[in-house]
T-cell receptor
Framework: GENVEQHPSTLSVQEGDSAVIKCTYS??????FPWYKQELGKRPQLIID?????GEKKDQRIAVTLNKTAKHFSLHITETQPEDSAVYFC??????????FGKGTLLTVNP | EAQVTQNPRYLITVTGKKLTVTCSQN?????MSWYRQDPGLGLRQIYY???????DKGDVPEGYKVSRKEKRNFPLILESPSPNQTSLYFC???????????FGSGTRLTVV
């Protein structure tokens, strides 16, 4: 089955800096890669996703890149703000239609 | 309002006492799924369903049952709960294979 590795597990940045979170996946047939943000005590919420026929997608300050050959994808957050502080999860949907999540990255944005 | 509704939000129960966590979505989604979230382990899939009467095991199905008799409902059943099933549970739904999940508010279960 699919295996998703996520790094780093914790990330601390200064307000205004950029943050990058990286994930790798194992199933070459995976074709859908969402990213979720989970604030403390809340449910995970979809912030951006990318499908396997696209290499990059951007939505305001967040962007996701996908390298199918290397089987990795990344989340980029620019001009970080304190409200970006949360746990971020990557996920990949494999050939068996299961959505497998990485273990999460705790992002702290220091004012 | 489009949403996934789970009940109850909090539950404390004793070992061996059967319980059901309900999940309902009003978005006509095909896919539904149950995840458990534990510190350091992220979100692990318990069961998922691609349509009515179609269910399949996720990564951690032991000790759980599900059913999908109607499109909108996907209850999670613990026939004989044990303390290692103490966790935060999320139900989620999506349109299909290339769409993200919408999550419910979560159910915090404690088994003593």
């Amino acid at each position: 089955g699919e295996n998703v590795e996520q790094h780093p597990s914790t990330l601390s940045v200064q307000e205004g800096d950029s943050a990058v979170i990286k994930c790798t996946y194992s199933d070459s047939a995976s074709n859908y890669f969402p990213w979720y943000k989970q604030e403390l005590g809340k449910r995970p919420q979809l912030i951006i996703d990318i499908r396997s026929n696209v290499g990059e997608k951007k939505d305001q300050r967040i962007a996701v890149t996908l390298n199918k050959t290397a089987k990795h994808f990344s989340l980029h957050i620019t001009e970080t703000q304190p409200e970006d502080s949360a746990v971020y999860f990557c996920a990949a949907r494999g050939s068996n239609y299961k959505l497998t999540f990485g273990k999460g990255t705790l992002l702290t944005v220091n004012p | 309002e489009a949403q996934v509704t789970q009940n109850p939000r909090y539950l404390i129960t004793v070992t061996g006492k059967k319980l059901t966590v309900t999940c309902s979505q009003n978005m006509n989604h095909e896919y539904m799924s149950w995840y458990r979230q534990d510190p350091g382990l992220g979100l692990r899939q318990i069961y998922y369903s691609m349509n009515v009467e179609v269910t399949d095991k996720g990564d951690v199905p032991e000790g759980y049952k599900v059913s999908r008799k109607e499109k909108r409902n996907f209850p999670l059943i613990l026939e004989s709960p044990s303390p290692n099933q103490t966790s935060l549970y999320f139900c989620a739904s999506s349109f299909g294979n290339s769409y993200g999940y919408t999550f419910g508010s979560g159910t915090r279960l404690t088994v003593v």
